[in-house]
């Protein structure tokens, strides 16, 4: 079993985040996962331009990083978001990965798999960040155990507090993937959107050129 913990923090070894993420790294070790986190600020990840070129043959047209990052996302079993509140959102890099995963949601190439989210803000708004990363992977396919968020700025301490219930996190997400939690109303919005997806595809054939959903059978 190996699962991945994406940061999008740019304050490195000092980032509150970072230590949350590490956190629910740690919980999934303690369980037997195989882990590796990314550092986001570390790597080269450009703007999707919309040109549509994943559509039509499945690989990005841009040359950075990002192959790379999903690659390693593809061969997960569990994906844990890491992300500090910038105005009621992630930062910039996470949401150009988010961007540039848009075959990937289309495709719904992440079913099957498990993930959760972690948030740090200085006063507010992590609830905020927490949906909107769990969206995203719900999006594309993944189903979701949880997320914790920590409003640290005027309680710096208060990082301490969640170290446990994160490590838990990172239990949970271990003991989901292995099939001993289940989730029967993520799993019915799941078949929904895949559904939805199918039909999206069957109407724009000529743009979803790629044979992801013949391969997988979700078209015959």
Same mark, same amino acid.
């Given at each position: ?13 000092? +980032? ?18 195989e882990t590796e986190i990314i550092d986001l600020?570390?790597?080269?990840? %450009?703007?999707?331009?919309?040109c549509g070129a994943c559509y039509a043959t ?12 999903? &690659? ?16 009621? +959102? ?33 006063? +507010?708004?992590?609830? %905020? ?11 594309? &396919?993944?189903?979701?155990?949880? +997320? ?39 799993? %019915? ?5 895949? %559904? ?25």
């Open positions: 079993m190996r699962i991945i913990g994406i940061n999008a923090s740019p304050k490195g070894n000092a +980032s509150n985040t970072l230590k949350l993420v590490n956190s629910v790294i740690k919980g999934a070790e303690s369980e037997g996962a600020y570390k790597l080269n990840i %450009e703007y999707c331009t919309g499945g690989e990005c047209s841009l040359f950075d990083d990002f192959m790379e990052i999903f &690659g390693k996302i593809m061969n997960a079993d569990g994906v844990v978001l890491g992300a500090p509140n910038y105005i009621n +959102s992630v930062p910039a890099p996470m949401k150009a990965l988010f961007d540039r995963l848009s075959d990937a949601i289309h495709c719904q190439m992440l079913t099957g798999k498990f993930g959760c989210s972690v948030c740090t803000a200085g006063g +507010s708004g992590d609830d %905020e960040v927490l949906k909107y990363m769990n969206g995203v992977l719900i999006n594309l &396919g993944v189903t979701v155990v949880g +997320s914790i968020g920590v409003v640290i700025g005027r309680a710096p301490s208060a990082l301490e507090n969640y170290i446990g219930p994160a490590q838990d996190l990172g239990k949970k997400l271990v003991k989901s993937i292995r099939g001993e939690i289940k989730y029967t109303d993520q799993d %019915e919005i799941l078949r929904q959107r895949t %559904e939805y997806f199918c039909q999206l595809a069957k109407f724009n054939k000529e743009r979803f050129a790629h044979d992801w959903y013949v391969q997988k059978g979700l078209i015959k």
